[in-house]
């Protein structure tokens, strides 16, 4: 998304719930756009001294950059305040459900609700003006050329 030039409305660190049997809260590092949600895995920041001395390991793939589209988004649900913490739920279209947790303060599920609902709107927004021009575009051709052939006649 980020290449596209969309920018990024927030950043920062949110904790999803794991698809494993465990279930564990797994820190992702996040990046809100105008357009999703990116989950970037957290990179390694403290390696042991022994491995200092060797060349760095190759950038992560993109295949571990997991995107949230909000074409594909269907509802982000509160599921409750709970100690320090929100827990939500992003809902996609397919119906899977993706759980997340942050600290309260942090807001991330008001912020990626009100992104979510901008898009939508700028996409309901752009379709009636695509309906709205498809329609003019096909009684403009027919009009013009009635009237040409009349007069001709």
Partial sequence: ?????????????????????????????????????LLIP????????????????PAEPAAKIKELHFSNMKTVDCV????????????????????FRCAQEQGWNAAITLQMVQYKNRQAILAVRSTRQKQQHLAQPHGPRLRAASNSA
């Fill in 1 to 37: 998304m980020l290449e596209s030039g969309c920018k990024a409305v927030k950043e920062g660190v949110l904790e999803k719930r794991s698809d494993g049997l465990l279930q564990l809260w797994k820190k992702k590092r996040c990046i809100l756009t105008e357009e999703g949600l």
């Fill in 42 to 57: 957290p990179k390694q920041q403290q390696q042991p001294p022994s491995q200092q001395q060797q060349p760095p390991p």
């Fill in 80 to 99: 409750e305040r709970k100690g320090k913490y929100v827990y939500f739920t992003v809902v996609m279209a397919e119906g899977k459900e993706i759980d």
